[in-house]
């Protein structure tokens, strides 16, 4: 509700009952997690002309709605239609069956 000495209460007690683990954190001197070398895969691709024109469609469509979030100041508040529109030009590229019919003028998430 907006009261500053709940908020506190609540995130020491949240910090003493969860257990937050990082990708450095150690155990007895020893890594919690090893994780494999990190590899990245650059692959170029030629598109059809038939999928150039759906990716240039959902591309301007995803920059005139990252626009207006820009504009209106709200872009945090956006950020997983975002990062679905990211997604979603990703799976163009793979294959535009992945594509579903969700992408709409209302906006990356078909809202």
């Given at each position: 509700m907006g009261d500053e000495?709940?908020?506190?209460?609540?995130?020491?007690?949240?910090?003493?009952?969860?257990?937050r683990r990082t990708k450095t954190s150690k155990i007895k001197g020893k890594p919690v997690?090893?994780?494999?070398?990190?590899?990245?895969?650059?692959q170029h691709i030629t598109l059809s002309d038939e999928e150039r024109k759906i990716y240039q469609s959902v591309k301007n469509e995803g920059r005139a709605t990252i626009g207006?979030?820009?504009?209106e100041g709200t872009v945090l508040a956006h950020y997983a239609d975002v990062l679905g529109l990211l997604l979603r030009l990703r799976q163009i590229c793979c294959h535009t069956h992945l594509l579903t019919n969700t992408v709409s003028s209302s906006g990356p998430s078909g809202k």
């Open positions: 000495g709940g908020l506190r209460r609540l995130q020491s007690l949240i910090k003493n009952i969860t257990l997690l090893e994780l494999p070398e990190r590899k990245v895969f650059i207006r979030y820009f504009n």
